[in-house]
């Protein structure tokens, strides 16, 4: 991805309560309000005398006229790059929000978009069946961003919209035409000896990608393990379906190949391009983590990538890292894997933490933008969610992550700002703080959404600005141009998948391309053809693929004696050691062979009852 270093981007979260919540919210507290008052009115009669009876329920102060108003003048004024919103609702999102700030010159999806015009299709990642009540939608500029979306039946053109329970995956890349603006880049015309040549610049250059994961996770305070599952699912879907893209690629680019072994320089550089086109340059996770950002069972699983003592501390796997050797016990990220995790002022428990499986991106340095000690000794001081109805704040409920290796925060958006433009005319910054810290104290007494309507939502809208890291150790590096930093995805066991993606070998496609008479002759080719690790391995298979002794009676069905099943079970749990010992480049097709397996179970089963018949 050549890019100039200085693009950056900016992204804007925000839980904007839904209208139905915030009715109810009110509704409770009215009831709640008579029910007191109507307990001291039957105290005596003086008191009803003093005390007339509290007046009948109301409709709430803002209808959603006016908080839809005052949430579209914030998010104009941020004018941010990226809106990730929560707490929408489906009708409100069709009808108000998605042709809104279409016409502020965004595109946008979300979950349960039933839209026809919509940009994408959405992929149902989760078994989640029924109607989500609230929706998760993210917007983007479209004159600098751009979805990347399959095409086709073949899906070579990009990667799904990944819809999960509590999750909204998308893929953005950045547009060329905004990177070659004509004034922002005179110098590079300049340098340019011809029109032409930077017309080549623009064909040859692939822009940079971001995945954004826009999630509202569970609320209920001691459901931490609903929650970090939230992550790693819409983690592990990412990675999956990047994964997948790129071994897709890597199928058509061999297929081109061997129709045309002489590639030109342009064919040659195009699939290069086609290929660097399905690797991920960021990762950020934005929305209401409702926990806290200082201490919590999110905050480190993002940090650290796993939790617990069976997690790969020191990369020391599965039962082996229930004895861990002292100097790593004494490490900074003993501390953090090790220790209790404490999450609402309680210890987690370790035997229900360690269970979560280690998240693919831990290589790349996810990190807060905001950092963690803000609010942290009084939250007072910093917070991003403060209901009206205990005005107790909270401090980081709201959060941004993002990828520290491939991108840098360069920016964040203060907690108070004038979304109304009233200190417009205000340059004095200690005048500023004044102002902001009299917000800060008035939302302290009201709690939120304000009285005034001027804060609509009971959380404040958070943000950031980031800008591209350039890998200054790329070998593609020219003098003209230098490479974004490419996102790392890693197995649980720590293994860089990308290097266990076959390159221009004819065995990558593992057979699919081959036509079989026989899946008797499908399971000898892929015998035949797999890259085993050791010889003893080969063994092992080709022991597991006789048949027991005494045979199964596959005419008649018969149930297997217990003689034959004890070996039948052996048989199993040898299959899975060898998956499980075996590399990244044999493991698929070990699991292709025990799938072929059955298959010829299958055929020869059916051949017999043929032959049955016959007779």
């Known amino acids: 991805s050549s890019l100039r270093r200085n693009q950056p981007f900016s992204i804007l979260s925000w839980n904007i309560l839904a209208q139905s919540l915030y009715e109810s919210h009110h509704r409770s507290k009215r009831i709640q309000h008579i029910a007191l008052s109507s307990s001291s009115y039957n105290n005596s009669q003086q008191q009803q005398l003093l005390n007339p009876p509290p007046p009948p329920l109301t409709p709430p102060p803002h209808p959603w006229s006016k908080r839809f108003h005052q949430i579209i003048q914030a998010l104009t004024h941020s004018n941010a790059d990226i809106i990730c919103l929560q707490e929408c609702e489906l009708q409100s999102f069709t009808d108000d929000l998605a042709p809104t700030l279409s016409n502020l010159g965004y595109e946008g999806i979300a979950q349960e978009d039933t839209r026809s015009e919509k940009p994408a299709p959405l992929k149902e990642a989760s078994k989640h069946r029924d109607p989500r009540n609230h929706i998760c939608a993210t917007f983007w500029k479209r004159e600098k961003f751009e979805l990347l979306v399959k095409e086709g039946e073949g899906g070579g053109g990009g990667v799904d919209v990944s819809v999960r329970t509590r999750s909204l995956t998308t893929v953005l890349r950045v547009k060329k035409n905004y990177c070659y603006h004509e004034e922002e880049d005179k110098e590079d015309i300049i340098r340019s000896s011809s029109e032409k040549d930077l017309d080549e610049k623009k064909t040859n250059t692939t822009m940079p990608t971001v995945a954004i994961v826009n999630c509202h996770l569970e609320g209920h305070p001691k459901r931490f393990l609903e929650r970090t599952l939230q992550l790693q699912h819409a983690l592990s879907d990412l990675s999956k379906m990047m994964i997948a893209q790129q071994q897709q690629q890597q199928r058509q680019h061999s297929t081109r190949r061997e129709e045309k072994p002489l590639l030109s320089n342009d064919e040659s550089s195009d699939d290069e391009s086609s290929s660097s086109s399905s690797k991920l340059n960021a990762l950020i996770l934005a929305g209401d983590f409702n926990c806290e950002l200082q201490s919590s069972a999110c905050s480190t699983y993002l940090r650290m990538g796993r939790l617990g003592r069976q997690a790969g501390l020191g990369g020391i796997h599965g039962e082996d890292a229930l004895v861990i050797p002292q100097s790593l016990l004494e490490s900074s990220e003993a501390a953090e894997i090790l220790h209790p995790i404490i999450e609402w002022g309680r210890a987690l428990p370790e035997e229900k933490v360690g269970d979560i499986a280690p998240h693919p991106f831990r290589r790349n340095g996810m990190s807060s933008a905001y950092p963690m000690w803000l609010g942290k000794e009084d939250a007072r001081e ?51 703080s004044q102002l902001r810290d009299h917000e800060r104290r008035k939302v302290l007494e009201t709690g939120l959404p304000s009285p005034d309507g001027n804060y609509p939502s009971d959380h404040l809208p958070i943000g950031a600005v980031f800008d591209w890291k350039l890998d200054v150790n790329s070998e593609e590096n020219s003098s003209s141009s230098l490479d974004i930093r490419r996102l790392q995805i890693v197995d649980e066991e720590g293994n860089n998948v990308e290097d266990a993606i076959p390159q221009d070998e004819p065995t990558a496609l593992i057979g699919e391309q081959q036509s079989f008479e026989t899946p008797n002759h499908e399971l000898a080719f892929l015998v035949k053809n797999c890259p085993f690790d050791t010889p003893e391995q080969k063994s092992d298979v080709d022991f597991l693929l006789q048949p027991i002794n005494p045979p199964l009676d596959l005419a008649t069905r018969t149930a297997p004696t217990p003689e034959q099943l004890e070996q039948l079970n052996a048989k199993r749990e040898k299959k899975a050691e060898l998956l499980k010992s075996s590399s990244l480049g044999v493991r698929p097709w070990l699991k292709k062979i025990w799938k072929v397996e059955k298959q010829v179970g299958k055929w020869k089963r059916r051949q017999l009852m043929r032959r049955k018949c016959d007779e």
């Open 382 to 432: 910093h917070f991003t969610y403060c209901a009206e109805t205990n005005r107790r704040p909270v401090p980081g409920l709201d959060q941004i992550w993002y990828s520290s290796m491939t991108i840098e925060r360069v920016g964040l958006k203060r907690m108070f700002v004038d979304s109304g433009e009233r200190w417009r005319c205000i340059s004095d910054e200690n005048v500023l």
